[in-house]
Each structure stands twice: as C-alpha cells, then as structure tokens.
C-alpha cells in the first residue's frame, strides 16, 4: 500500500507561481510512474501531467511550457511546479502512483490518489 500526501496549494494572482508536493510512504518503492491530476466544480477529472520510473514526462496541452512536473526519487516527492498561472487553472489537484509500466495521463488506470490540495487564482 502506498500513502500520498499533496501539500502547497493556495490562493494566487493570475500570473503567479505555485510549487505543490506529494510525498509518499509506504511501499513507494514499488510506484512505477505519478501522475498531477485537477478537478474544477462541475468538471470532470483532467490529467494535467506525469512522469515516470525513467523521469519521461508528459502534459496536458493547457499546461505545457508553464507546469513541470518532476521527483525526488530519495525522498519519494514528487512536485508540479506551476508557473503563469491562469483563472482557469484553480481546482482541486490530487497527486496519484500506479505501479504498472508505462506513462499515463489516465487517471482510471492510477492505484493509489492523495487526498488533493485547492489551487485558487483570482484576476
């Protein structure tokens, strides 16, 4: 089993930056690759982006050029660090493990989510 804690949400100016973090306990060492998902009021969940065992990445067009997603592969932490950020990024974000190969944006094929953080940004 695999225990994920998100932490740096918050509220922010369009335009801002925010890092969030998603550690891990457990059997960490069994996660093949993580994922950032985000869930605004009456949408559905999106894939924002993920990284796997060999630091691959991938995003959703949305975020592209302004989130990056990266590891700490001793410390089992996983980041986004989100930059320019925009009205229309503010939902909820959960950081999710799976320990299936392979690199995903799909959020049915994730084993393990955390309990997620409130990212708010205002004009």
């Known amino acids: 089993q695999v225990h994920l804690v998100e932490s740096g949400g918050g509220s922010v100016q369009s335009g801002g930056s925010l890092r969030l973090s998603c550690a891990a306990s457990g059997n960490s060492n069994s996660i093949y690759s993580w994922g950032w998902f985000r869930q605004a009021p009456g949408k559905e969940r999106e894939g924002v982006a993920a990284i796997d065992h060999f630091d691959s990445t991938m995003y959703a067009d949305s975020v592209k050029g302004r989130f990056t997603i990266s590891r700490d592969a001793a410390k089992n932490v996983l980041y986004l660090q989100m930059n320019s950020l925009k009205p229309e990024d503010t939902a909820i974000y959960y950081c999710?493990?799976?320990?299936?190969?392979?690199?995903?944006?799909?959020?049915?094929?994730?084993?393990?989510w955390g309990q997620g953080t409130q990212v708010t940004v205002s004009l």
């Open positions: 999710a493990a799976k320990n299936s190969f392979g690199i995903t944006r799909l959020d049915q094929l994730y084993n393990y």
